[in-house]
């Protein structure tokens, strides 16, 4: 709650979050001979409330008693805003292990929520994982003395993510009272056009399909592990295709982009034990991959622009990598006034009051070949939205990267190229 007391009138908000979350679950384990089974099984319920009022007036009575009891100006403001949702899942999951060599896991989730329509509120996120312990095969005892485990594994599964805000399906006529225009001595109550609403809103799901393989060495102490992944993340929360200001609306976002994911990770580590007290681990990580949008309704081809203060481009386009950076690209300076002429119209450029170009100006390259530079498409540059590092953890940590450009984050400039 917060309250200020400026020229002769007072002010209050308050704001409250109510969040309530409840996770139940229950377990089993059973071993029959070489055979173990493990089950679980559970649900989760997430409730959330806000609520926020806000409230002012003028007339203060007396100013060494900010007070709402003690105004009595006809002027005042009374507004109140909130939202609720709610999320309610079950889960469960099995292990099989055979011999502990063949190993299973089945994982399963059911959801459903409130932000969602009646028709699109639930969903089943399933996925299934495989690996085989070679390090116990009998054929492998030769490798005792040295190799402690090897373990390949693979696994695909799927998740849900709703984390939108509640009623982006309803459209909302949010009704105001006026705190800066008053007619016949008060503030007149207004109301808008409501919001317009996506045609479809339901989960974003990701899928991810991963190999990898775990080994350690010479008693442990040497330990490594890889892991080859692809995701696909299909209804990505975005907004919609680019609409002319003649609309009069904000794009709505809704499930409108997909979004494949590959890279990989290495992973080696050292472990020692120097007494029986102290011990030490040092470890290495390698990784890479790489994002492109696979799906997304952009006809004209409109290169992402940036967003003020914002590191989500306003639209995507098919083939995109997020991140990536449009730019110029030059080609030197101007030599001299031939050079000028046998070059393609780049007056797009501002270059002076008078807009001459000069030799000694940039020179800019001609992707396309029109004769013309502004701002159609043609080159992207820089950063693959991916992350490249290394890491050193030995009680402290720190990372490496490389081949990545980095954009600032409050002044993003994203320039048109020719």
Known sequence: ???????????????????????????????????????????????????????????IIDPTQPNLSLLNGTNYVLTAAGNEWSIFGIFFRGNYAYKDKYLVEINGRYDGSSKFPSYSRFGFFPSISAGWVISKENFMDGTAGWLNNLKLRASVGSLGNGQINPYLFNPIMSVRQSGGISINGGFPTYTSAPNVIPTGLTWEKSTTVDEGVDASFLQNRLRISFDYYVRYSTGNFTAGQPLPAVFGAAVPNGNNANLRTSGWEFSPSWHSNITKDLSFSVGLVLSDNTSEITKFYNPSGIIPYSVPYSLTPATYYKGMHPGEIWGFVTEGLFRDQQDINSHANQSYFTVSNSNVILPGDIKFRDINNKGVINNGKGYACGSRGSDDHREFDAAVSFRLQSGRDVEGYFDRRVLPVA
């Open 1 to 59: 709650m917060t309250a200020t007391n400026t020229n002769n009138m007072l002010t209050r908000a308050t704001a409250v979050t109510q969040y309530y979350a409840a996770n139940l679950y229950a377990s089993a384990h059973k071993n029959f001979g070489d055979h173990a089974v493990q089950l679980l099984a559970g649900l989760n319920v997430e409730d959330q409330r806000f609520d926020s009022t806000y409230i002012q007036r003028d007339g």
